[in-house]
């Protein structure tokens, strides 16, 4: 199936869901979703973003922003810091326990507001390679992944929102804050702030794919492969240490391997 037809069976898969809430988180999958869907139902498709601590700010602000421009109805679920609660204690499933709490909010707005209204989420193709049991919650709670079913990989969806006119259609990935913590450490308000605010001073220096791991007060920094030489820097180095430190970590690290995705999990894999 080339590119052309699975944008084909993705228009008529929304079809025939009538009326659709999309889980929107404000990423590259969600909000290419978000247009297209937007082209395809008009005023019978809108967005759901959850806040929490656990979602970086910017990431709510921008979804916001969108659907104001785009005239698309959108709600906001703020689940504060009670969300956190349900998995503080940070174990592998943590991601299975945090979105069955999200989306089963979720639908309960739906139910008392816009009922016959089919929720759906962002999941793409390529998803289904990762360490990921909060697919699990997905399918016991009936959410659908249109993306998914039309066999969109993440370049085809990058593509399809540049050509939508999507101004972050090259955006890094972005995850859940949580997911910066190594399973079985607790997981705080403290802790997702302090890791928001250096990755985003880390991205101010002009990395854009950069996570900022969380062991205690030791920050374990992933870049791009490509970026790694720039380490070789000694003012750049000062400057990642200083901005690092001020976020409050008392030591900075370079990962030697770089950025890869999910690799918090790569301690689940060597254990199986």
């Not at 785009?70 to 979105?99: M, Q, T, W």
């Not at 705080?188 to 062991?215: C, W």
Request: proline content about 3%.
């Amino acid at each position: 199936m080339n590119y052309e037809e699975k944008l084909d069976l993705l228009e008529e898969t929304l079809k025939g869901y009538g009326r659709m809430a999309l889980a929107f988180s404000g990423g590259v999958d969600s909000t290419f979703l978000l247009l297209f869907a937007k082209k395809v139902l008009g005023d019978n498709v809108m967005a759901i973003t959850a806040s929490a601590p656990n979602f970086a700010p910017d990431e709510v602000a921008y979804a916001r922003q969108l659907c104001r421009r785009e005239g698309i109805k959108h709600e906001v679920i703020d689940l504060g810091e009670e969300i956190l609660k349900s998995f503080a204690d940070n174990p592998p499933d943590r991601c299975y326990i945090c979105k069955h709490a999200i989306f089963s909010h979720m639908i309960e707005t739906l139910e008392a507001n816009y009922p016959d209204t089919v929720l759906v989420d962002g999941t793409n193709v390529d998803d289904m390679k990762d360490y990921r049991p909060g697919r699990k919650a997905l399918v016991e709670l009936g959410i659908v992944s249109p993306l998914k079913e039309a066999n969109l990989t993440k370049a085809e969806v990058r593509r399809g929102l540049k050509e939508l006119g999507g101004e972050i259609w090259n955006k890094p990935a972005f995850a859940c804050l949580a997911s910066r913590i190594p399973y079985g450490e607790s997981i705080t308000a403290e802790k997702m702030n302090v890791i928001y605010n250096a990755e985003s001073a880390l991205r101010e220096l002009g990395f854009e794919q950069v996570r900022v791991r969380h062991h205690g007060n030791l920050a374990r920094i992933e870049v791009s492969a490509s970026d790694r030489r720039q380490f070789f820097d000694l003012s750049l180095m000062d400057k990642v240490n200083h901005v690092i430190k001020d976020a409050g970590f008392l030591y900075a690290t370079l990962d030697l391997g770089g950025y890869r995705m999910g690799s918090l999990n790569e301690e689940i894999e060597k254990q199986r």
